[in-house]
């Protein structure tokens, strides 16, 4: 294996096959070079088309990004409250930070493929973190919000009620005759889980026509909605060239947009060297507990083993002798845990140590933190939560927790198919404790089920091939 301490060059032509752009500061964010040599190969391979969309969204967000001339000019309209589509060209979609980091990876993937497919300039609403935590991803402009954007204010005031969302808009009829198009200066996308039907036709042909000519929309979301662009018709074609290959939909924008910033980058960088890259298996666990109580629960202790070693992700241990004699070359396998608490990386390790392994393989356990809860408005809480999610990635083998985007985004970075544990009902491990995912994708929590054709409820999971349920949350849907 490579050493990765040993490399700081890598050419640009690995630049990950072409899916990253050329002409960034190689030392203003050194995992955008050096993460290849971390992962076993490269990420899987982007579509032609995929790569040439990516240019010229580069070369958009170029002419409209902050401080352009375009973007002046329609911040200027919005100012002033007009509607205008004559005064410049650009459109845009701006991204509210809202939600746990896991969350917020997920929907800025979806705000992005969302700008691809309607031609709109991605800003991103810096929240408390956002650019101590990612590295620009478009050369020479910023994706960040300005500072002085004039609603700005209004972000974390807007909600299910607020008068100009969609659903509100729609509602109201403030659209006129519904095959019209919006006149508004902007309009607020509430795309939270807690959105109504008439939010969720958003996700609707007709809809998404009264919404192209509005140049600036509002997003804020804390799902993953990528399966349901796959629905909507008009989207059908370009997605299926863009992703000839619906699983690796996430992975392919992840390891576009989201690169670690140095400071995180250190954290997971050290951690890998001293502590997993020397390891013939590198084994992840990322433990989600979504119940309150004191931990760790005994009931999920039971499932985590009985799963690791059902499914063969770690060996069984041996309770009758003190010292089992290699039985041939010892491999060495290293078990990276997550999770808020300490208790579940404690008993695991202390397993591991106060018993042999019936095969003679030596299994080191490790948990980079305990949290002990999650901290969502403090900088280095957040750090750790994203190089936790980044190394999780790096692991060879997966096991995760349902329900969790934390999960969700090591899975599909590490480009890994990973064993699910259950979740637990009434305190007891469930039975079977786990179950491999179909495929890389995360899930979409609230999903509409509606047949904009037929105006109608139709189950949205059995549409089309490639979109289906999801293995963890009965009613979700995930590309498959
Ligand atoms: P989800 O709630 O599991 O879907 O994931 P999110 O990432 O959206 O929100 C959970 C938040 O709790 C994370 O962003 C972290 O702030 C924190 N958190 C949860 N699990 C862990 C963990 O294993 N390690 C660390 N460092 N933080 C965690």
């Not at 750790?384 to 090591?410: H, I, N, Q």
Request: charge should be negative; hydrophobic fraction near 35%.
């Amino acid at each position: 294996q490579e050493d990765p301490t040993q490399s700081v060059h890598v050419s640009k032509t690995q630049l990950l096959d072409d899916l990253l752009p050329s002409g960034f500061d190689e030392k203003s964010c050194l995992s955008r070079y050096q993460s290849v040599l971390y992962r076993r190969g490269t990420p899987r391979r982007a579509s032609p088309y995929l790569i040439s969309k990516l240019r010229s969204y580069e070369a958009l967000h170029k002419k409209c990004g902050p401080h352009t001339d375009s973007y002046n000019k329609t911040v200027k309209d919005l100012k002033s409250g007009i509607y205008s589509s004559t005064t410049s060209d650009c459109k845009y979609i701006v991204w509210i930070s809202f939600s746990g980091l896991g969350n917020r990876i997920l929907t800025l993937a979806s705000a992005f493929l969302y700008a691809l497919l309607t031609d709109r300039v991605l800003l991103v609403d810096r929240g408390v973190d956002i650019p101590d935590l990612f590295c620009e991803p478009f050369p020479e402009v910023s994706w960040l919000l300005p500072l002085d954007f004039p609603l700005t204010n209004k972000f974390n005031g807007f909600n299910q009620k607020s008068q100009e969302s969609y659903g509100n808009l729609v509602k109201s009829d403030s659209l006129g005759n519904l095959t019209g198009s919006l006149l508004q200066p902007y309009v607020y996308l509430h795309l939270v889980h807690d959105y109504d039907d008439q939010d969720k036709l958003f996700f609707c042909d007709q809809d998404q026509t009264s919404l192209q000519k509005t140049p600036w929309l509002i997003m804020k979301t804390d799902n993953y909605f990528i399966p349901s662009l796959f629905l909507i018709p008009s989207f059908e074609q370009e997605l299926h060239s863009l992703f000839p290959d619906k699983e690796i939909v996430f992975h392919l924008l992840g390891h576009y947009l989201f690169h670690p910033t140095n400071s995180v980058w250190g954290l997971i960088s050290r951690y890998h060297q001293a502590y997993l890259s020397r390891a013939d298996v590198k084994v992840g666990i990322q433990i989600r507990v979504f119940d309150t109580g004191p931990c760790p629960f005994k009931h999920v202790l039971d499932q985590i083993l009985s799963c690791t070693i059902k499914e063969d992700i770690l060996p069984q241990i041996n309770q009758h002798e003190p010292v089992v004699g290699p039985t041939g070359p010892q491999k060495s396998i290293a078990v990276l845990m997550t999770s808020l608490n300490w208790g579940y990386f404690e008993e695991v390790r202390n397993l591991y140590w106060e018993h042999p392994t019936v095969t003679g393989e030596v299994i080191s356990v490790y948990q980079p933190s305990h949290e002990e809860y999650q901290q969502t408005e403090k900088q280095n809480h957040n750090r750790k939560a994203w190089a936790e999610m980044y190394l999780l990635s790096l692991t060879d083998k997966l096991v995760t927790s349902s329900w969790s985007t934390f999960g969700y985004v090591a899975q599909g970075l590490g480009g890994l198919k990973p064993w699910i544990l259950y979740k637990p009902e009434n305190q007891t491990a469930p039975d079977p404790p786990c179950r491999q995912a179909m495929s890389i994708e995360p899930c979409f929590h609230a999903p509409p089920f509606y047949d904009c054709k037929l105006r109608k409820g139709v189950d949205t999971g059995n549409v089309v091939p490639h979109v289906k349920h999801c293995e963890d949350m009965s009613w979700g849907l995930k590309l498959v």
